[in-house]
Every structure is written in C-alpha cells, then in structure tokens.
C-alpha cells in the first residue's frame, strides 16, 4: 500500500527554520530513493533534495538550497525529513515528498509515488 504524508509545513519570516517530515509505509519507504520537491504557484515542480534508502549512497541537492537544506531519514520510523534554514521568501512553495526512486534524482519523472504536500510559506 502506497503512503506518504507530508507535515511540518507553515508561515514563517524570511532567515527562519522549518522542518519537513515524510512519514511512509515500509513499502513505500523501501521502494527505492526518496526525494523533496517543491512547486511555487505558476512555475514547474522542482526537485529540492534526494536521499538514498537502502544504502548510505549520500545526498544531492538542488544548488538554490545548499548549505541551507538537508535532508535526513530515520529507517526505523519510514520517515524522511527537510530542515530548512535560513529560508528566503524565494522557498515559498507547496513541497512534496516522492518515494520510488532509482537514483538520487532530482527530477520529478523518476519517482512513482507521490504525498500530497505541505505548503511553507516565507514572508520578507
């Protein structure tokens, strides 16, 4: 059975934290790479970070997010999750979690499995 939900989201002031979760069933959580992607209104979804499962095969972030973004999983719970720092208002978007990666991509045809998102908010 397919699950991912997302939680965490909300409104916050430009250089705030928030944290992402991406709670999922063994499944699914096993299911391949997981990844964050995000979708501003009137723009195309785009794959913020990506994380391997199964094996400690690292990272990959997109470049608008380094340094500020990290993503991290806890096996144990099939959870992933998104710290975000320093957010700028540029970071407002509904983010999606994704589940059934190959590889740590960080496009949005590469997964199969998709939560239904949680909206951040950053106000200047």
């Known amino acids: 059975q397919v699950h991912l939900e997302e939680s965490g989201g909300g409104s916050v002031q430009a250089g705030g934290s928030l944290r992402l979760s991406c709670a999922s069933s063994?499944?699914?959580?096993?299911?391949?790479?997981m990844a964050w992607f995000r979708q501003a209104p009137g723009k195309e979804r785009e794959g913020v970070a990506a994380?391997?499962?199964?094996?400690?095969?690292?990272?990959r972030y997109h470049d608008s997010v380094k340094g500020r973004f990290t993503v991290s999983r806890d096996n144990a719970k099939h959870t992933i999750y998104l710290n975000m720092g320093s957010l700028e208002p540029e970071d407002t978007a509904m983010y999606y979690c994704a589940a059934g990666g190959t590889y740590a991509s960080l496009m949005p045809g590469s997964y199969k499995y998709w939560g239904q998102g949680t909206q951040v908010t950053v106000s200047s």
């Open positions: 994380i391997a499962i199964v094996y400690d095969d690292g990272e």
């Open positions: 063994a499944v699914t959580f096993n299911s391949g790479f």
